[in-house]
C-alpha cells in the first residue's frame, strides 16, 4: 500500500469514527429516522416548541444591518439554480458517454433542519436556503472532481486550498513517465466499476 493509500484510509476511518459519535450525539439528542424522516421524542419537540422564538420578535431584534444584506442574500438563488440546471444537464449528458458513474445529488443536497420545532419560519427558510446552496456546492465539486480525474489527474505544483475526494491519488506534477498509466487508472476509479468501493466523501 502507497503512502497516499495509507493516508486515505486512515481519513477513511477517521469519518468512520466522526459517524460513530453523530451517532452518539443523536442517541443524546433523543431522535432518530423513520422513513428516511428525523422523528424527535414527544416530550422533546414540546420543549423545542417552547424554546421556538417568535417570528415578531426575532424580527425586532434583527440588526438594520441584517435587513439591508439579506436581498443581496436571496439573490444568490438565481446562480445557484442555474448552477444547479446547467451541472445536473451536463452529467446527464456527458458521463455516460464516457462510462462515468453519475452523482446523486440526494447524497449531498439534504434539506430537513425546517422540521426543528425550535426554529421560526423565517431562521426555516435560512435553514432550507443554507442547505440547499451548500450541498449544491458538494454535488457540483463531486461532479468537477469526477471530470478532472477523466481527463486531468495531475497533481497542482503549489498548494491548493481544498480539494476533492480524487485529488490525493492524482498524478505528481512533473510525473511525465506516470501520466499515462495514472491517466488509466484515475479513469478506472471514477467510472462505473471503479466507483462501486468510493462513498460520495472519499
Known sequence: MSTTETILARIRDLQEEMEEEFARRREAFRYGFENGRVVFEA???????EMRVRLTTFLRRARPL???TAPVIYAMIVPFAALDLFVTVYQ??????????????ADFIRIDRHHL??????????????????GL????QEIAG?????????????RVGAHHAYYAQF?????????EPGLRESRRRVTRAGLSGIAPNG
Not at 446527464?92 to 445529488?105: L, M, S, T
Not at 419560519?121 to 436556503?129: P, R
Request: hydrophobic share 40%; charged share 20%; proline share 3%.
Open 43 to 49: 416530550e422533546v419537540r414540546r420543549r423545542h416548541r
Open 66 to 68: 441584517t435587513i439591508v
Open 92 to 105: 446527464a449528458v456527458c458521463f455516460p458517454a464516457y462510462g462515468i458513474d453519475r452523482v446523486r445529488r
Open 117 to 134: 420545532a425550535y426554529l421560526n419560519a423565517l431562521q426555516k427558510l435560512n435553514c432550507v436556503y443554507c442547505g440547499y446552496c451548500n
Open 137 to 140: 456546492i458538494g454535488y457540483v
Open 146 to 158: 469526477r471530470t478532472e480525474a477523466y481527463w486531468c489527474p495531475i497533481k497542482h505544483a503549489a
Open 171 to 179: 498524478v505528481d506534477y512533473g510525473d511525465a513517465a506516470g501520466f
